[in-house]
């Protein structure tokens, strides 16, 4: 079974760190990109960082840039999220998601590929409060 | 970043319409417009692909449209598991969402 699992998260004070961690089976982790997405209550879906298969290349929104640090073990088949100078505005659901290949397309003489979010955790809960 | 814009925030329906939500990207981002469906406790799924193409399990009666930079997601004949809220996405670049279309009764 495809399946992504989190955990690592909880209720931190304002200043404080916290390290998410998702573990992936089912499927080559190393062969995916893989996305930290989160939830704040009552509004929407934000895509907080990403990762290349090898980890050579990272993306980081600018709400988080420099506090948080995207991470993989392509060994131990998981991806990290370590976050520090957490503020009540990081309170959130955070998911891990594959970013896979769902669909191929051919243009003239060459092939592209359609990335999408296609398998995704149950989420794990981070509050920042004192 | 590329910025997404939905409409409307919300609406309200009844069971066998047909809906249709609108998605803007502020930049070109081809055909590379994905779809979730995100129910309250539940983990987002894909809905659509690609503009246009339905994900493994997605039920024929979503269907998504447009290129570049103005897109659209339809529901033809709303059943009650899809009174939810909707996402676009961008893949053309680092994943961007819109700010979602809750659908409801």
């Known amino acids: 079974e495809v399946q992504l699992v989190e955990s690592g998260g909880g209720l931190v004070q304002p200043g404080g760190s916290l390290r998410l961690s998702c573990v992936a089976s089912?499927?080559?982790?190393?062969?995916?990109?893989m996305t930290w997405v989160r939830q704040a209550p009552g509004k929407g879906l934000e895509c907080v960082a990403n990762?290349?298969?090898?980890?050579?290349?990272?993306y980081h929104v600018d709400s988080v840039r420099g506090r948080f640090t995207i991470s993989r073990d392509n060994a131990r088949n998981s991806l990290y999220l370590q976050m520090t100078s957490l503020r009540a505005e990081d309170t959130a659901v955070y998911f891990c998601?594959?970013?896979?290949?769902?669909?191929?397309?051919?243009?003239?003489?060459?092939?592209?590929?359609?990335?999408?979010?296609?398998?995704w955790g149950q989420g794990t809960t981070v509050t920042v409060s004192s | 970043d590329i910025h997404m814009t939905q409409s409307p925030s919300s609406l309200s329906a009844s069971v066998g319409d047909r809906v249709t939500i609108t998605c803007r990207a502020s930049?070109?981002?081809?055909?590379?417009l994905n779809w979730y469906q995100k129910t309250p406790g539940n983990a987002p799924k894909l809905l659509i692909y690609?503009?246009?193409n339905l994900h493994s399990g997605a039920p024929s009666r979503f269907s998504g449209s447009g290129s570049g930079t103005e897109f659209a997601l339809t529901i033809s004949g709303l059943r009650p598991e899809d009174f939810a809220t909707y996402y676009c996405?961008?893949?053309?670049?680092?994943?961007?969402f819109g700010q979602g279309t809750k659908v409801e009764i």
């Open positions: 998601a594959r970013e896979g290949r769902v669909g191929t397309y051919s243009y003239g003489e060459n092939n592209y590929h359609y990335y999408g979010l296609d398998v």
């Open positions: 089912g499927f080559t982790f190393r062969d995916s990109w």
């Open positions: 990762i290349k298969e090898d980890g050579s290349d990272t």
């Open positions: 930049q070109s981002v081809g055909p590379y």
């Open positions: 690609g503009t246009s």
């Open positions: 996405q961008q893949s053309y670049t680092a994943p961007t």
